[in-house]
């Protein structure tokens, strides 16, 4: 079985500083790792994905996140956040189904 | 390239209605899933085919709910009698599929139906 938890549901951030989304997974297997953004009125869009390659994995808009095996954790960070970023951001564990942690709300203030 | 397209955006019916969601997959995509998020919670899985074939369908919440891809190309979900509880957003994602990119393979999603049942 596998889960995913998204460690806060809100996040508040000032433009240009570091962004942290945090995210732990439970599985029983090597798990494929996700991190989807959806914007207002728009789909999920796919930021970067872990296969069992490389640990930091960089994705699109200046994200990475980092699969850290001891700690079970998938955290999201970018290092300076810009108002754009500002959206509801998904993590998800799939062994065979995708399992969606409940999102985590970016807010970014000018 | 064309993404995912669903329809309608938003549907708003009284219980005991029927509703019918269309999804149309990015061209070429075999894999078609359906997901559904209920206010506060999180999205959750419901079914998925493979062509027209439903490959796992055991995230379907009861008899009430109703897929179908004829043809292989685009999916309707319909819901008869809908019920207060059915309300929610319903994603529609899908994907190529490939041997070598296995369960990694990239979804990619629709902006999704929301549907309020009064």
């Known amino acids: 079985a596998q889960s995913v938890t998204q460690l806060d549901s809100h996040v508040s951030v000032s433009e240009g500083t570091p962004v942290l989304l945090r995210c732990n997974y439970s599985?029983?297997?090597?798990?494929?790792l996700f991190w989807y953004v959806q914007h207002p009125n728009k789909g999920l869009q796919l930021l970067l994905k872990?296969?069992?390659?490389?640990?930091l994995v960089k994705g699109i808009n200046g994200f990475e996140a980092e699969f850290k095996k001891s700690e079970t954790s998938f955290h999201l960070t970018k290092p300076s956040a810009h108002m754009s970023d500002a959206a509801e951001y998904f993590c998800?564990?799939?062994?065979?189904?995708?399992?969606f942690g409940a999102g985590t709300r970016l807010t970014v203030k000018p | 390239e064309a993404g995912v397209t669903q329809f309608p955006s938003h549907s708003v019916i009284e219980k005991g209605q029927t509703v019918t969601l269309r999804c149309d997959p990015i061209?070429?995509?075999?894999?078609l899933y359906w997901y559904r998020r209920v206010m506060g919670k999180e999205i959750k899985f419901l079914l998925h085919?493979?062509?027209?074939?439903?490959?796992?369908e055991s995230g379907m919440p009861n008899n009430r709910f109703l897929a179908e891809r004829t043809g292989g190309t685009y999916s309707t979900l319909k819901v008869q009698p809908a019920e207060l509880e059915d309300s929610g957003v319903y994603f529609c994602?899908?994907?190529?599929?490939?041997?070598?990119?296995?369960?990694?393979?990239?979804?990619?999603f629709g902006p999704g139906t929301r549907l309020t049942v009064l």
């Open positions: 994602a899908s994907s190529p599929g490939s041997l070598t990119s296995g369960y990694a393979d990239t979804q990619y």
């Open positions: 599985s029983s297997y090597s798990p494929s």
């Open positions: 872990y296969t069992s390659a490389a640990t």
């Open positions: 998800v564990v799939r062994i065979f189904d995708m399992r």
């Open positions: 061209s070429g995509h075999d894999n």
């Open positions: 085919f493979v062509k027209e074939s439903k490959q796992d």
